[in-house]
């Protein structure tokens, strides 16, 4: 890398499919802060970054206001590369150099969309990948490639092109994980399939599972560098892509990395003190995108039945606790806006309007202003591959209560000098105590 650096520019290319500009999660966050560090490393690389956002909508602090100012086809790519990255710096507070950013813009997005496959949507995701693999790839041969998707299936694709070319992969969450197979049981399960491995199509589901994860952990074998998010990320990649990776003679250990957090930000934004703790608010905060898996109805559930146990127990009014859903939206999911109408109702049929508070697509300097406010901090999903948001409630003081699974038990809410740094709860009563 050092010498093709000081011959020519070198191209690392972060490849992200599906960019989306005010998703505001962890997974963006990564490829972010990636492009930020390569840029200090690295200050004559040149970052392409693959997305799917063919119409980037119009900001009011972009240097181009529409399309038909533009007077070529740089000059609207530029503008698009403007508006991305003004959300970047709003919404993660990263700056970056954006003369060494360039964006290849896909038009084949829809086939990793899990909506065009209401069967065998794992499979029929992984294989769309494929498409869109071969929609960057005609567009532009990078130097180095890094999926920071997960999409393995792309991978795999790259090196049956390029053999020699150096790939990279940051894992955020395996495709599928011994833990989801176990979700079938009737008994143990947990998580959005829990339960389903009963009767025939159970049976079924668990066959074309364990088939899926053999070819998944197959691709696995054509990374050289693996990292993960979590130490339990790094198991379940382990146990998946270990064989196929020993047989290609993929020397490279299979390291966690952790992603990054603007704790820094959030400890120079943030009071923690003695006096700052009296002035905090009882307000429950769950930062998380409004997504299936962040099993937001956990943590509503739990807050109405803590709102009833205290109300219960006190012989007086006590004081009024909120809990404050902050998270972001995907531009083109309906099935978010969805999931946010449903949880509306389900916050009405549950009499707690009054004490909940919605932050959608809060920006960054709203979010800090919630964690400064804030008591508590919850997590909801099951696995949970890391947490960003739990290292962000310990940041800024707030006392986490978590899902006792995945990242967030092993990695962050864990015991420090024989001291606790937050509880890990099973059940929905044992998250409202």
């Known amino acids: 890398m050092g010498t093709i650096l000081s011959l020519a520019k070198m191209e690392l290319d972060a490849e992200k499919a599906r960019c ?6 962890g997974g963006e966050r990564v490829l972010w802060a990636a492009i930020k560090a390569t840029q200090e490393r690295y200050p004559r690389a040149a970052c392409i970054v693959y997305t799917g956002d063919v119409d980037v909508p119009d900001s009011a602090n972009s240097n181009y206001k529409t399309e038909r100012d533009a007077s070529s086809q740089e000059a609207i790519s530029a503008m698009k590369r403007d508006i991305i990255l003004e959300k970047v710096e709003k919404n993660f507070n990263i700056r970056l150099r954006r003369s060494s950013i360039h964006f290849k813009f896909l038009s084949t997005r829809d086939w990793l969309m899990a909506s065009r496959y209401p069967y065998f949507t794992l499979l029929g995701q992984s294989l769309g990948s494929l498409r869109v693999a071969y929609d960057a790839l005609s567009q532009f041969v990078p130097d180095v490639f890094i999926d920071t ?3 393995s299936f792309v991978t795999a ?9 150096p790939i990279g992969a940051y894992v955020h969450y395996p495709t599928i994980s011994t833990d989801m197979l176990g979700s079938l049981d009737v008994d143990s399960g947990e998580g959005l399939n829990a339960g389903t491995g009963k009767g025939l ?3 079924l589901k668990r066959i074309y599972w364990h088939l899926f994860a053999r070819l998944y952990g ?3 074998g054509s990374i050289d560098v693996v990292m993960t998010n979590s130490s339990w990320t790094k198991g379940h990649i382990q146990s998946l892509w270990g064989p196929s990776r020993s047989k290609t003679g993929k020397l490279c250990n299979i390291e966690v990395v952790f992603p990054p957090v603007s704790v820094v930000d959030i400890e120079k934004a943030v009071d923690v003190s003695e006096a700052s ?5 009882r ?8 997504r299936s898996e962040k099993n937001h109805e956990l943590v509503v559930n739990a807050f109405a039945e803590f709102l009833n146990t205290s109300q219960g127990r006190s012989k007086r009014a006590p004081p009024k606790t909120k809990l404050v859903l902050l998270g972001s939206l ?28 919605f932050a959608l697509n809060a920006p960054w300097k709203q979010m800090l202003d919630w964690l400064g406010k804030s008591s508590i901090g919850v997590n909801g999903m099951w696995n949970e591959h890391f947490g960003i948001g739990v290292v962000e409630y310990q940041a800024a003081g707030l006392i986490c209560v978590v899902n006792n699974s995945g990242g967030p038990k092993r990695d962050i809410v864990v015991d420090v000098d024989g001291s606790p740094t937050g509880t890990a709860a099973n059940e929905p009563r044992d998250e409202s105590h």
């Open 283 to 290: 307000a429950i905060l769950y930062i998380a995108q409004f």
């Open 330 to 357: 995907r531009d083109d999911s309906k099935e978010d806006l969805r999931r946010v109408a449903h949880l509306r109702q389900l916050i009405e049929k549950l009499n707690i309007e009054d004490s909940v508070e």
């Open 20 to 25: 989306e500009r005010n998703a505001a999660g």
């Open 149 to 151: 998707m997960g999409y």
């Open 218 to 220: 197959w691709t696995g």
């Open 277 to 281: 703790e009296r002035r905090r608010e």
């Open 201 to 203: 199509r159970g049976y």
């Open 157 to 165: 694709f790259a090196r049956f092109v390029f053999p020699s070319m």
